[in-house]
């Protein structure tokens, strides 16, 4: 049976599924900084990555969101991988899985970028007991 969703349907699940990982602060954030320039990338990022994978059945959020993580550190994409560690609260990954997927990360993808992976998760740990107090 063929996909009836239109392409809207896709950008409107992925903004929803969006805001469930990443947090309406963030994403309004993302929104309100949003230029001519790049208008075309953030739509592109909400419909295929949010949209088309987040959304798939294959994995539930909670794995998907730990290979996300693993892959960021792996790769040192330092931003995103801080962005997603600050996420973890909504897709109920732990600290303690985080710690386990960093060790993951240091002996496949090399002991550099697991170091400066846990020290980055060491900072946005910090942030987010400051937030909580």
Known sequence: MPDSKTTQDVYNEG?????????????D????????????FQEFITKYAWGEVWTRDGLDTKTRHCITIAMMAAL???HELA???????????????VKEI????GIYAGLPAANTAFGIAK??????ETKEV
């Open 76 to 78: 040192g994409k330092e």
């Open 102 to 105: 960093l060790q993951q990360v």
């Open 123 to 128: 900072k946005v740990y910090a942030e987010l």
């Open 15 to 27: 903004m929803v599924r969006r805001r469930e990982i990443l947090g309406d602060a963030h994403v």
């Open 83 to 97: 962005m997603h560690l600050k996420a973890t609260v909504n897709t109920g990954v732990s600290q303690d899985d």
């Open 29 to 40: 954030r993302a929104e309100k900084n949003k230029s001519e320039f790049d208008a075309d």
